[in-house]
């Protein structure tokens, strides 16, 4: 596939007002992290997770690229009197094992909220997966989730997504002013790809502010051999966040993975 632009800055103040997770990730991640010591976030944002793994009394640690995201991220943490280790870089492109990992490696690395769909390709995937089985410890586990786009993939028509805006997802205040937000989105079915554009209007008229979100989405089927290539397997695939099986009517998927065994 053809490797997709880098994702533009989407500011972090807007993003922070519009995207607070998945209903019942917080909950999820929290109960199977509970009973480790070590965790790593990739793609940690603005510390909405970090914070309650850090509530834990967990050693946690959150790689974001974004440096406005992890400010914001060491902000949230300070107000609560929490620590956590924030780390600026690139998840297809850390080395953990060999600078901010514990001895030994993680327990537990984790990816919420879709995150794995902000890398642009099959390679980058890779490239991740393999960052991470460098910095797993043996016996560790890496889990992350994402909507499940199979069903969309297969039965909508690409004309229904040609960058028109949609009604409103949500309502937000901002430095003062109430602004609606809108979503506008352009797919590519043959790249997977979506590319997503969050418009704020402010009521009573004014400057309109955008976000872009540019997703290149996974099939299920495409998950366990990228994770083969990184050597990692996938150790279950489940519909939500109480460990039922994926089907055509999931809305989305949890992956754990672990480290493939020698063969």
């Known amino acids: 596939m053809t490797r997709a632009q880098p994702q533009p800055p989407y500011p972090a103040e807007l993003y ?20 480790v010591r070590s965790v790593l ?13 850090a509530e834990l009394g967990l050693d946690v640690t959150g790689l974001e690229r974004d ?17 956590a280790q924030l780390v600026e870089g690139d998840m297809t492109k850390f080395d953990g094992a060999r600078t901010f990992a514990p001895e030994g490696g993680f327990d537990r690395i984790v990816i919420p909220h879709s995150g794995i769909y902000c890398l642009p390709d099959d390679e980058a995937c890779v490239a991740c997966f393999r960052c ?13 989730d994402a909507y499940a786009a199979d069903a969309f993939h297969r039965d909508e028509d690409p004309a229904d997504h040609r960058d028109e805006r949609l009604d409103a997802v949500v309502s937000v205040e901002f430095q003062g002013r109430v602004y609606d937000v809108f979503e506008r989105s352009r797919w590519d079915r043959d790249e997977q790809r979506l590319d997503v554009t969050y418009e704020y209007l402010p009521r009573g008229g004014g400057a309109v502010l955008q976000g872009r979100l540019l997703h290149r989405y996974l099939l299920r089927a495409q998950l366990a051999p990228l994770l083969e290539r990184a050597g990692l ?16 009517e999931s809305d989305m998927w949890v992956a754990t993975a672990v480290a493939a065994e020698p063969g």
């Open 41 to 53: 976030e990739l793609g940690c944002g603005y510390g909405r997770l970090l914070e309650p793994l």
């Open 67 to 83: 440096p406005a995201l992890l400010a914001r991220a060491a902000a949230r943490l300070r107000r609560r009197g929490l620590s």
């Open 233 to 248: 397997r996938l150790q279950s695939l489940h519909g939500d966040w109480h460990g039922h099986p994926t089907s055509s």
């Open 16 to 35: 922070e007002l519009v995207h607070r997770g998945t209903a019942g990730d917080v909950a999820f991640y929290s109960r199977i992290c509970a009973e």
């Open 132 to 144: 991470c089985a460098r910095t797993l410890r043996p016996g560790g586990a890496l889990v992350f």
